[in-house]
């Protein structure tokens, strides 16, 4: 089992930064990839990015288009910590944003994570 644990998120002006945080404890953290979820008020939930067990080498990390060039998906496996650094926030934006963990590298649909925090509000005003 792996307990996920987020931080950070709340309100900010658009155009704004907000990181969130996931940090992990129960299994070797390293041992699973890791991403980044979000769903808005009456949508599906939908990736934002995903990283690998490593977060290096060769493409490491993959973002969906409304994220690509503002935010930013990291871990540190010293610390079991995922993050997700974004800036110029934008309202539409705001959503419920989930860390999750799986075995499967690159997956950008949730069934393929076993793992999942409790979610933090994000809220971006105009």
């Known amino acids: 089992q792996v307990q996920l644990v987020q931080s950070g998120g709340g309100l900010v002006q658009a155009g704004g930064s907000l990181r969130l945080s996931c940090v992990a404890s129960?299994?070797?953290?390293?041992?699973?990839?890791s991403a980044w979820f979000r769903q808005a008020p009456g949508k599906g939930r939908e990736i934002v990015a995903t990283?690998?067990?490593?977060?290096?080498?060769?493409?490491?990390?993959h973002y969906e288009n409304f994220a690509k060039g503002r935010f930013t998906i990291s871990r540190d496996n010293t610390k079991n910590t995922v993050f997700l650094q974004m800036d110029r926030l934008k309202p539409e934006d705001t959503a419920v944003y989930y860390c999750?963990?799986?075995?499967?590298?690159?997956?950008?649909?949730?069934?393929?994570?076993?793992?999942w925090g409790q979610g933090t509000q994000v809220t971006v005003s105009s």
């Open positions: 129960g299994r070797t953290f390293s041992d699973f990839a």
């Open positions: 999750a963990a799986g075995t499967t590298e690159g997956a950008w649909a949730d069934r393929w994570y076993n793992y």
């Open positions: 990283i690998t067990r490593s977060g290096r080498g060769v493409e490491p990390t």
